[in-house]
């Protein structure tokens, strides 16, 4: 019987999502976890859906075996092991109501006008955000349902602005929200940001096996 490996995730639209009838996540991040664990000769016990922040701790502690997908950063390779190489990149986006007079934004001081502008809790985004640019109004997201949670509020005019990590799967939770007429989506003024699975320092045994064969599968 194939070792379980116990991998913590977020709810990510499009990416990774949780399906409430069968009680199991879905989505392409899910397809990519299976095929390379079948590869690295383990199954895959899911744990969450838990918000970012608590994840981190969650691999700090030793609690689960892997992250699904994380950014890196000094801190994180501090206290977990991230592979060679990365799942895939994503360039960060805007999403903005429509009455909201923004058609670009060249740099994030452009969202100054901005009553609170949603963002993820622990996120390095939003850390670097909140750092460099003090003077925007930032309000933490810890929900469960990051995403669907913040269009809502987004829509009803509880936030004006939402950062999100990448375009990946927004467009389709606006059109499924029936938000496609009151929602733009603007890129971010940063450079995409690599995301790469993140393995406990206990368990380097399965990063190892992991870029072993990161390459027999594509994203």
């Known amino acids: 019987m194939a070792e379980e490996m116990k991998v913590g995730f977020s709810q990510l639209s499009g990416l990774i999502e949780m399906n409430e009838d069968s009680g199991k996540p879905t989505g392409a991040l899910v ?28 691999i700090k502690n030793h609690n689960i075996d892997a992250i699904s997908v994380a950014s890196k950063n000094t801190e994180r390779e501090m206290i977990g092991i991230f592979p060679a190489k990365p799942i895939f990149l ?27 502008i949603g963002v993820i809790h ?15 109004r930032l309000a933490m997201i810890k929900d469960r349902d990051l995403v669907n949670f ?12 939402f ?12 059109k499924k929200l029936g938000l496609g007429d009151s929602i733009d ?28 064969h990161h390459d027999d599968v594509k994203f």
Request: aromatic share 10%; proline share 8%.
């Open 31 to 58: 397809e990519y976890w299976q095929k390379i664990a079948k590869r690295m000769g383990v199954s895959i016990k899911w744990i969450g859906p838990i918000p970012p922040a608590r994840l981190i701790m969650y």
């Open 90 to 116: 994503k360039k960060p986006v805007v999403c903005l109501r429509k009455d909201v007079n923004i058609q670009k934004i060249e740099t994030w001081a452009d969202l100054e006008p901005l009553a609170k």
């Open 122 to 136: 622990g996120h390095r985004l939003a850390h670097n955000i909140a750092k460099e640019f003090p003077q925007l």
């Open 150 to 161: 913040s269009l809502s509020k987004l829509a009803d005019g509880e936030l004006d602005g």
């Open 163 to 174: 950062i999100y990590p990448g375009r990946t799967g927004i467009m389709e939770s606006i």
């Open 185 to 212: 989506v603007l890129d971010a003024p940063v450079p995409a940001i690599p995301y790469y699975a993140f393995f406990s320092r206990q368990r380097m045994d399965l990063a190892e096996k992991y870029n072993k």
